[in-house]
Each structure stands twice: as C-alpha cells, then as structure tokens.
DNA sequence: TTCAGATATTGATCCTGATCAATAATTGTC
DNA sequence: GACAATTATTGATCAGGATCAATATCTGAA
C-alpha cells in the first residue's frame, strides 16, 4: 500500500536485479507483501504443510532442518536479506518435508503463492526477477554440494570460520555440527584438533579415470 | 533457421512450459540453437573452464562429477529430455569445478550464454521459461539433498532400483555407488544383504529438540 | 550472586564403511 | 569362441565418526 520502511530491503535487493523497476510496479508488489515477526523458537515453516509463502528477512535469523528418525539434520541457515522458507514446497505445492524455525527474533516481509502468480502476470518483468532469485538459489544450493562433496569437514569448518564468522557467533555449536553433517562431540574435537594444523594425505586414485583422449579414440 | 526434426523434442519441451509460445519466438529461439553430438567418453564440460552453453540432451546419457584427490565423484546423470552443464559455471561467468562426460553418444542441442541474454531481451517471455528452467533444476537438487540427509544408503540405492531402473540399466554400478558417496565395494555388499530385508533401528534423539511450545513460550 | 538448564568437552567403546588385496564375472573385440 | 580389459564380488584389516557416559563450561533468570 504506502511506502513502508518494512520495505525498504527488500526493494533495495529487488532494484539491485531489475534497477528499472518502476514505482508503479513496487507499488503494486508492495501491496500484496504483509510484514511477520517471529520470536525465538517460533516456527516459519513446518514439516507436513505446504509452504504457502516466500519470506524475505528484513533482520533475524533462521534455520532449516529436517526431522529424521527424531533428529534434527540442519540443511540451512537463513539471516537478514535472505529469501527463507521451503522453495521446493512453495513451487510444487506439496507438504514440505523440512521445519524453518526462528534462532532469534526475526522480522520477514511474506509473499503468498497466488499473489506471486498475479504478480507474475501483471508484471512480465517479475519473471525475470522470479528468475534471478531461482538463479540464485540453485547457486547457493550448488555451492554447498560442491563444498560436502569436495571438502573435509574439517575444512568445511574451517571455511566457516573463515567466510561466515556470524554463524559461529549466533548459533550454537550443536547445530552447526548438524550443518556439517556430523555430532557435536565429532564438531568438538574437530575444533581441538584444528591446532596441530592440516597434515597432506596423499592419496591415490581407487576407480579407473576415464580420460578425454582414452575414451574418444575409442569411436 | 529452419524447422528441424532436430529440435521437436526441446520443441515440445518448452511447449510444455509456455504453450503460447508463438512461432516467431521459437524461430527466433531456433535460429540460436546449435546441434552437437558427443562420442562416448566425450567432454561436454571440463574444470577450470567456464561453461559457456546450456544443452538439452536429445537423446544418450550423460555424468557430472567433481575430481578430488584424483578421484571422482559423481554428482548427477543427464539423460534425453534432460538440461546438462554445469548450470552454475553458467550463471556465474565462473570456471566450472566439475566435468560433464558421455556416457554414451549423445546428441545435445545448445545455446549460449549470449545468445541466450539476446532471447531474453527480444522475448520477455523468455525469462518465464528461464524461471521454470531454474526452478526445476532447483526442485531436483532439493529432491537429491533431502535424499541424501533422510534415507539410508542402503533406502537410496532401493530408490534407485524401483524409480530410476534406466540407471541400473545404463550405468556401471561403480559410478552408482560414486553417486551415492560410497565405494564400488560397499555398493556390492549393500546389494547382497538386501536381499534380507530392513531391519528398523529404533533412535532416540541425541540432539535436544526444541520444541514450538517451549521455545515461543519465552518472549 | 547463585543456580538450573543448556551447551561444550573429553574419554572409552563400538560399528560402519574405507582400504587393500585377490578372485570372479562380464563385456567387447578380434 | 577366446582373450583382454573392464567391472563386480568377496575377504581381512583399519580408521574415523557414532554412541554412551561423565564432567566442565556457559548463559540467563531470579
């Protein structure tokens, strides 16, 4: 409806994709966005419903998890300027299989499915930003796929500490653990072991290389 | 340029997407499209170099996977109907950290990444097709990592067999196991004790588990 | 400040999959 | 069909993380 300082984030990440989005056009997404706020502990999203919403974070912080044999296996934190919620559910419309739930208090700007449809058909250009942020997720997922497929947890750990300081300074120890893949007790000595810094392994290929020149002489 | 036999399938595909998709847009599509056809063991894609086209496979199969250590490690199969590259090298102007190999002769129809910008200039509807594009590439990366954190290697592998039979069928089991994160020998073994059937292992969390009540209790 | 609950560390043991090695089966080629 | 190369199976040992348990540290509320 009226401008609102709510929105001022969101627009900000908006125009950072499409610059020329006009004020008609915000004006018109601005009236289908509704402001949350979540406390502590409160629940974004939970396991078995659809996710009916898309949730920008205007400040707070977020994880998603899922809840296998009543554990909790983090898949993901969100924090401010952050899209949350279960996109997979969103887009399929099927009962997500993940609970996103509030670290601290957490304030998002929300965005129903149906008025994200009339969006995309009032305003053709809200496909090109529906597209950049779709882009954007697949990057972060893959980035994340490389990183377990490619990297130790103890490098893993290491790059947090590194590139992500904040989650080591707001969320507790046990669910970053969980976040790597592993136990707070393994995580712990991680951490101790980190000292007596990274010995080379050298290892050796166990399966066969298909090499380029081997595999296309062969017509 | 032409109507080609060549492109029906990526046709029906982008049909399916948009069915008002006109015919001067598809020529205008086609005009950009490429056909290219790779001998078994052939590269579509290398580390270290930036995937500069998108393809859509028309017939054959595909792997993508990670070199680490000099060993690889499988991360996904493309098949007919099927977009490959590494769709992240793409979007990002990076070099690419995986390699896309035939695992058959394959034939791909392919597009730039200029080319592809000028599509989505001269047709804003373009960028509809690029949202559901990477929205579905988002959904089935979604759908491998909830395997991967929900089901036992041992489910995964019997997932595979019942939904994914071509898999069994085309692939060498030692890149199964590869795509499963684990060795050529613990694939073998996991097959043969399938054959008794799953044993349920009760847990008990290990983790504390907030629950909504008790966390939102506490303003 | 004190205390209780939550979180983190440390130790001992267990178990699964990795590794190394050898053999068997399969596949494609001549 | 026979052979060579690839792929799959099976066995024995090893290593790293999981588990169980105990203790230590931290945090927030009264």
Redesign the pocket.
């Known amino acids: 409806m009226e401008p609102s300082p709510q929105f001022e984030r969101i627009r900000a990440y908006y125009l950072s994709l499409l610059p020329a989005l006009t004020g008609d056009a915000w004006e018109l997404c601005t009236s289908y966005f509704t402001v949350r706020t979540l406390k502590k502990g409160e629940f974004l999203q939970k396991q078995g419903v659809v996710a009916n919403h898309v949730s920008f974070l205007n400040y707070g912080l977020l994880r998603m998890y899922h809840l296998v044999d009543g ?1 909790e296996k983090v898949s993901e934190f969100f924090k401010e300027g952050d899209y949350a919620a279960d996109y997979r559910s969103f887009l399929m419309r099927e009962p997500a299989n993940t609970y996103v739930q509030a670290l601290e208090e957490t304030e998002v700007v929300e965005l129903s499915f149906d008025d994200l449809q009339i969006i995309y058909q009032r305003i053709p250009e809200a496909n090109f930003i529906g597209r950049l942020i779709a882009e954007e997720l697949f990057k972060d997922i893959c980035r994340r796929t490389t990183m377990q497929v490619t990297v ?3 490098e893993q750990y290491a790059a947090i500490v590194r590139d992500k300081p904040w989650l080591i300074q707001r969320v ?4 970053i ?1 969980s976040y790597l ?12 072991r980190a000292g007596k810094r990274s010995r080379k392994i050298p ?2 290929p ?1 399966t ?1 290389v ?1 090499t380029e020149i ?1 595999a296309a002489a ?1 017509p």
């Open positions: 554990r130790s947890i103890d507790p120890q046990y669910m653990a893949g592993v136990t707070p007790e393994a995580l712990s000595r991680i951490k101790s290892l050796r166990t066969p298909i081997a062969k």
